[in-house]
């Protein structure tokens, strides 16, 4: 499960020591756009060893490494593999070939650590005009990619607009991804919400991007991630009534029905996927039926 992940500076010691008391189901260790080119190499031995000395317990480890037209994404690979996080962040990725590239990169390295290959997952980051229109080419690329991640800084100034709260100039992007990340079948994420101070803000965006269909959503802060994680995690309404409609599908089973009424709205295949979606993430969380 994966509500939200929280960004943390690779060349921050502080924060990259407490990325685990933060409340995010993922934090980004990331060497790119928070370290400076003379720190890039510092950076990478404090996250390299941070991952290796410290127990994240349930919190996953993504690294953002920087990207592929620069010198130090390899360098990058190299330090962090060994230390197994479950993705990679690859930050301005602009076409599937990008992806099979690092990818091709990853292959080696895991073969020469031993590891099974797609060990360590890829995560596309889409913060290009291209990249976005490349979204499902990139998504169904290599099996490596797990999940699509929208960047709405870097694409706002690619696109050459002001980048709002309100975020009507992303909502193309935005959609675009989800259905392409969707069509690919991995997951999709969304931007952060820039805005530290703006409570009413962060709540307003992160219940948008449920309603599109991210999976989850991303952070800067973590003031953040409460809001985040209560938005994209199911309501005890949402888990009882998931309940409901898989008695009642059991019931229509026994009966011989491909569908059946519930509360007055008929319960057929997609109802029932999404129940069992919701009954999936609220075990994840500890949920119970009327508790």
């Not at 991804?177 to 965006?205: H, M, Q, S, W």
Request: glycine letters at 6%; aromatic letters at 6%.
């Amino acid at each position: 499960m994966r509500r939200s992940m929280l960004f943390l500076p690779g060349n921050n010691p502080n924060m990259l020591i407490n990325g685990n008391c933060l409340g995010s189901d993922a934090v980004i260790f990331d060497l790119e756009d928070a370290v400076s080119p003379a720190e890039k190499d510092a950076a990478r031995i404090l996250v390299r060893n941070t991952m290796r000395y410290m127990d994240f317990g349930g919190c996953e480890i993504i690294v953002r490494i920087n990207s592929i037209d620069t010198p130090y994404w390899k360098q990058d690979i190299d330090a962090i593999l060994p230390e197994k996080p479950a993705l990679i962040l690859l930050p301005k990725t602009g076409s599937a070939q990008d992806a099979l590239e690092a990818d091709a990169y990853i292959t080696q390295v895991e073969e020469k650590l031993g590891f099974a290959r797609n060990t360590v997952g890829l995560m596309p980051l889409i913060e290009t005009a291209m990249g976005v229109e490349n979204a499902y080419a990139i998504a169904s690329s290599t099996k490596r990619v797990q999940a699509l991640f929208l960047g709405a800084e870097d694409l706002t100034a690619d696109l050459q607009c002001k980048r709002t709260k309100e975020g009507k100039e992303i909502e193309y992007a935005r959609t675009r991804l989800v259905v392409a990340a969707r069509a690919a079948g991995v997951d999709v994420y969304d931007t952060p919400f820039t805005d530290v101070n703006d409570d009413e803000g962060i709540v307003k965006d992160a219940e948008y991007a449920k309603a599109l269909g991210f999976t989850g959503k991303s952070s800067i802060s973590p003031r953040h991630v409460e809001v985040i994680n209560a938005v994209f995690s199911p309501t005890q309404k949402d888990v009882d009534y998931a309940y409901e409609v898989m008695e009642a599908i059991a019931l229509a089973k026994q009966q011989g029905k491909g569908a059946i009424a519930l509360h007055g709205k008929m319960i057929d295949a997609p109802i029932v996927t999404r129940a069992q979606r919701t009954i999936d993430m609220a075990e994840a969380l500890g949920m119970r039926r009327g508790n």
